[in-house]
């Protein structure tokens, strides 16, 4: 190749690059700009060449430029100019503008001039200052580590949760904030995340502490970002102090361990006490049940109607304490065992016949599901549930209740619909507990114990129950259980 198509193809490369050239010399003037430096520095060609470089430059840069120019000159090698400090350049209009630098040394036979490649940065810089702005003003701290492990940047909040000052922080490696034996272990954890990078939380499956500058610990919980900035490999953590949460839920962890004890308690007492009080009460039932057999004769109708009264009284009671035993014994002795809820309804309903008959009721069972339950128990439930919804009926119209059950997600939801005479939204929480019914003994026969009952089976089952209704029209009781 000649010298002449040579410096053609120079120039043709030059000119046709999509990134500002300027060509200076030895003596800081411009031998030569291409025309993407023609547009970003709004100057004609002309107008620059042969010109002092410092026609670029902001006036605050002119009287140091020809010092470093110098320097340069004395050893020029391709590099970045100005590295560690923000370089700015002006155009014809006076407006200063970023800049990013790269010198390339040019032997010519008119001596060494440098190829200086122009790149401003404005954009970038606003995008970064973006970055900086929501990174400080975040609400987690964030720290923003190199490959190494040394800190670039942190914000405020780093600062508030370390109690460290920025200055303390950055250009130290992030293990001084890393607490006990996971300080030696550390770097080669950060290894494994740049080996593999991507956003995910560390630490998964175990409890991560912070070393505040104090030397004290705080439970935090930390997300890593991967990020690549000119060509490395950086990770943005956000740090989140959880300690409000640990405590919250130590809390609540022994309040449920409080609740669970006082339950047991109960149960234990409920289950001695309905025990002990069913033998005595059971004395007088039959006691009763003998002296109106056979001394009925010897007492006057006040004293039978009395004694009447006791015989009921006490019946209630015995009704009441079993229900109270019954309650506590509910699930003690029983297994799951694969249930299948078609035929349990089918023996509910059978053994409701007369109940059924009587009332007229017209029962519609949809296809039931065969799970894992405790059998005895949901026959209890339905048997609660469906006597229930004959029993609350309508005077004005015959009964109609319809079973069925659909599958959601991890479990089964049953539903027992009745048009009975429904329950005041009010009431529909207090009828789960027991002894709590909404009408008086005259009114329908029972206790109250029903519908607890229901709920501790759904609960032995880690279920759940509840009821929707409107007065006058009806109520629609929902279970859910669980898949095993
Ligand atoms: P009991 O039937 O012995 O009173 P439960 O615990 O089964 O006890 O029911 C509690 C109360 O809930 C009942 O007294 C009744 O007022 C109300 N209730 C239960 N099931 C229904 C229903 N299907 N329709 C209307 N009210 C109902």
């Known amino acids: 190749m000649n010298v002449k198509h040579k410096e053609l193809s120079f120039q043709l490369m030059v000119e046709a690059s999509p990134i500002s050239l300027v060509l200076v010399n030895s003596y800081g003037k411009i031998a030569y700009l291409n025309s993407y430096a ?3 520095f709004l100057y004609n060609k002309n107008e620059l060449i042969g010109r002092d470089l410092s026609i670029l430059l902001p006036q605050k840069y002119r009287s140091h430029h020809p010092d470093l120019l110098k320097d340069y000159f004395t050893n020029p090698v391709t590099r970045q100019m100005g590295e560690n400090r923000d370089l700015y350049a002006l155009k014809k209009d006076n407006v ?18 440098v190829l200086a490649a122009i790149i401003d940065i404005t954009e970038r810089k606003k995008a970064n200052e973006q970055f900086r702005l929501v990174v400080e003003s975040a609400p987690n701290a964030m720290i923003l580590a190199d490959y190494s492990g040394t800190i670039v940047m942190v914000n405020k909040q780093t600062e508030i949760l370390f109690g460290y000052e920025r200055d303390e922080l950055v250009g130290q490696k992030v293990e001084l904030l890393v607490p006990g034996k996971l300080k030696q272990y550390h770097p080669q954890l950060r290894d494994k995340f740049y080996a593999k990078p991507q956003a995910r939380p560390m630490g998964v499956g175990r409890d991560l502490f912070g ?5 004290t610990e ?4 930390i997300g890593l970002n991967p990020l690549e900035k000119n060509e490395s490999q950086f990770v943005l953590a956000s740090i989140i102090d959880i300690t409000e949460r640990k405590k919250n839920e130590e809390a609540i962890r022994l309040y449920t361990k409080r609740i669970e004890a006082k339950n047991k308690e109960l149960e234990q007492f409920s289950f001695i006490a309905s025990h002990d009080l069913r033998e005595p009460l059971n004395s007088i039932t039959s006691l009763i049940g003998l002296l109106l057999e056979e001394d009925a004769g010897k007492m006057d109708a006040e004293m039978l109607k009395r004694m009447d009264f006791i015989a009921k009284s006490s019946s209630r009671m015995k009704d009441l304490v079993k229900g109270l035993l019954d309650y ?3 699930g003690k002795n029983s297994e799951f065992g694969i249930v299948d809820f ?13 109940l059924v008959k009587n009332s007229g009721a017209e029962i519609n069972v949809k296809r039931l599901p065969v799970i894992a339950a405790l059998e005895v128990e949901v026959h209890s439930l339905f048997q609660n549930l469906i006597s229930n919804a004959i029993k609350y009926r309508s005077k004005d119209r015959k009964p109609k209740i319809e079973i069925s059950a659909q599958k959601v997600e991890n479990g089964w939801e049953f539903v027992v619909r009745d048009n009975g005479i429904g329950i005041p939204k009010n009431q529909q929480e207090r009828i789960f507990v027991i002894f709590q ?5 005259n009114e329908y026969e029972g206790i109250g114990v029903g519908l607890a009952h229901c709920r501790k089976i759904v609960e032995l089952h ?5 009821v929707e209704s409107e007065p006058e029209k009806g109520s629609t009781f929902y279970f859910f259980i669980p898949l095993k």
């Open 218 to 221: 705080i439970p935090i919980e």
């Open 96 to 113: 200063e503008f970023p800049v990013e630098i790269g010198l390339n040394p040019i032997v010519t036979v008119e001596g060494t001039l």
């Open 342 to 354: 078609n035929e349990i309804v089918a023996i509910v309903v059978n053994d409701l016949e007369l």
């Open 462 to 466: 880690d279920g759940k129950i509840w």
């Open 328 to 330: 506590a014994r509910l």
């Open 437 to 441: 019914r909404l009408h008086g003994r």
């Open 211 to 215: 070393l505040r500058k104090d030397g």
């Open 38 to 40: 023609e547009k970003l």
